[in-house]
């Protein structure tokens, strides 16, 4: 068995690959500070969870925006897996061409969503990743990743609207029946779902116009994006495990270069 591990901003998805079928996918808080024995004993008892013995899992790969992190997940795969796990980073094989202006910049998990999307999908695709950011990124017909746009997550957006209004409550990111809002919360929700499918459908559009391809395919990931690509047609596919399937498909390219 597999273990994929993408380590973002809020959370640390990780899944349990068995040949090219996901059995078991779980969710940690990233912003709790770890230890690498804490890691190792929570990983054991999310597979135990799902009669995963720890001796199945016979390689890691993981994908990682936050740094501060890494040692102690490292090590933690190292110490209770028994193996040393594959990060994803300069160097290793995806089957994306970067042609943009700094490679090096790109976030790991923009890499792999991009191998998913691209591998499963296929090109050229607008790839959409609702997480702590919102990110939009261009895959070539050829696969090479071309464009990026990055913009505030709805979480982000929530937290600025509660945090600096002192009369605006903590709220459900939620999409109410109707924009035409009632009374305080389902007024916040309002402008927070419906102003991102609106951000959606326009960055879309003109990602459209600008290569001048207009029947583009539109892959969504992310934590809140099915709030979002229920709401709008400009999103063809929503798939919540983009970002596992795409490790799983680097795991796959690095093995095959061995």
């Not at 808080?29 to 230890?35: A, E, H, L, S, Y």
């Not at 691209?118 to 959409?128: A, L, M, T």
């Not at 939620?174 to 927070?192: C, F, H, N, R, V």
């Not at 459908?201 to 809140?224: D, F, H, P, S």
Request: neutral net charge.
């Amino acid at each position: 068995m597999l273990l994929v591990v993408d380590i973002g901003n809020t959370n640390i998805t990780l899944g349990v690959f068995e040949n090219n079928q996901i059995v078991a996918t779980f969710r940690l808080t990233t912003k709790i500070q770890r230890t690498s024995d804490e890691f190792g004993m929570l990983i054991l008892n999310l597979l135990n969870c799902k009669d995963i013995s720890d001796k199945d899992i016979k390689d890691v790969i993981v994908s990682s925006v936050v740094p501060d992190i890494m040692y102690s997940f490292e090590n933690s795969v190292i110490k209770y897996l028994k193996c040393k796990p594959i990060i994803v980073g300069p160097g290793v094989k995806t089957g994306i061409k970067m042609v943009t202006g700094n490679a090096r910049e790109i976030g790991s998990d923009r890499i792999v969503d991009a191998v998913g999307a691209y591998e499963i999908y296929g090109g050229p695709v607008i790839v959409i990743d609702f997480g702590t950011a919102t990110t939009y990124d261009y895959i070539t017909s050829d696969g090479a990743f071309a464009a990026g746009i990055t913009a505030p997550g709805i979480s982000i957006c929530a937290k600025a609207l509660w945090q600096d209004a002192a009369k605006l409550p903590a709220i459900e990111i939620a999409k109410p029946d109707s924009i035409l809002a009632k009374d305080t919360i389902s007024s916040m929700q309002a402008g927070l779902v419906y102003g991102h499918i609106g951000q959606t459908e326009y960055i879309i559009r003109k990602i459209k116009e600008e290569t001048g391809i207009k029947n583009m395919q539109v892959v969504a990931t992310g934590g809140l994006g099915k709030i979002i690509s229920e709401g709008t047609a400009s999103i063809d596919v929503y798939d919540s495990t983009l970002t596992l399937k795409g490790l799983k498909l680097v795991y796959d390219k690095v093995k095959s270069k061995v």
